[in-house]
Structures are given as C-alpha cells and as structure tokens.
C-alpha cells in the first residue's frame, strides 16, 4: 500500500515540476510557495468553495437554477 502511495506521491511531484516549467516564472513561484506545508492555512480556503459547489451540481436537474 505505501509503495503505490510513494509512487503516485512521485508522479504527482513530476506533474506539478512540469507544470511550474511550463508556467511564467512569477507563477512557478506561487504554486511552489503554495505546495510548501506551511501554506495549508491559504490552501484550505481556496479548495473549500469548489468542493461546497460541488454538492450543488444537481440543482438543474431539480429544476433549481437559481438560489436566492
């Protein structure tokens, strides 16, 4: 189990190395500064909306578009 862990600990490493290549610099440096741990306090409120929203896709389908 942990071996799998470590390997896609690995994978997801690289993904995020190719992506600050990829990306200006002024923006590598923020998602490097933001994977730091110290940064968790700034990650929390930045992914708690999407999954919040995430609870609401079925509201078309309900027939309820619109929330007041």
Known sequence: MTRSRDEG???LDRAWEGLEEETPDRVSRM???LREPRARWIRLPIGLPPIAQSFMFFLPF???EFLP
Do not use: N, Q, S, V
């Open 9 to 11: 600990r690995e994978t």
């Open 31 to 33: 998602i490097r500064w």
């Open 62 to 64: 309900a027939g309820i």
